[in-house]
């Protein structure tokens, strides 16, 4: 077996244990803006935290015509939204917000109206420090606004040491 091979094996490995889980990589709090009859784009937000690090490098649903990796950012005061060119850096153990006025998945092309309290799938995919790729399957609830972040609140004050000085 030459070396381009025994790296194909161990990305076709990887692929298909991210397909049962993905422990490299934690979503929180994803949900899709709901959108009105003959809405044809909307976005997708959630807060990625990646263990040792990983680049969020595409999108796809088959909700839409087209998936993509999107930011939102102030330009000469007018507010912009461009694709992420080469993927969406997630470094190790941080948590990067995807939220309406920043990062987000921009969802186009839309097959139907997405409703309120509805799903809609999504695959994530993306890349490890290797350059090995990895999806990650998610359905996300379709709602007008984010979901509380209390449940992200109380999840970090679980994690953190209860000891004060
Ligand atoms: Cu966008």
């Known amino acids: 077996m030459n070396v381009k091979s025994l790296m194909t094996a161990a990305a076709l490995a990887g692929l298909a244990l991210s ?9 929180q709090n994803a949900w899709v803006r709901a959108t009105v009859k003959g809405q044809m784009a909307t976005g997708a937000f959630m807060t990625l935290t990646a263990k040792d ?7 796809a649903s088959p ?7 999107h930011e939102m950012k102030m330009d000469a005061g007018v ?8 993927g969406l850096e997630l470094p190790a ?3 990067v917000e995807l939220k309406p006025g920043g990062y987000h998945v921009m969802l186009m092309d839309l097959k139907e109206q997405l409703t309120k309290d509805s799903t809609v799938p999504l695959t994530l995919t993306f890349t490890d420090a290797k350059g090995v790729e ?20 109380d999840h970090s004050k679980h ?5 004060k000085p």
């Open 19 to 27: 397909a049962v889980a993905h422990e490299a990589i934690e979503v």
């Open 159 to 163: 994690s953190m040491p209860a000891a």
């Open 53 to 59: 690090g990983a680049k969020l490098v595409g999108a």
């Open 93 to 95: 153990g941080k948590a």
């Open 134 to 153: 990895s999806k990650l399957e998610l359905k996300l609830p379709v709602a007008t606004a984010a979901p509380s972040a209390m449940a992200g609140m």
């Open 63 to 69: 909700a839409a015509g087209v998936a993509q990796v």
């Open 79 to 86: 507010m912009k939204m461009n694709e992420v060119k080469g």
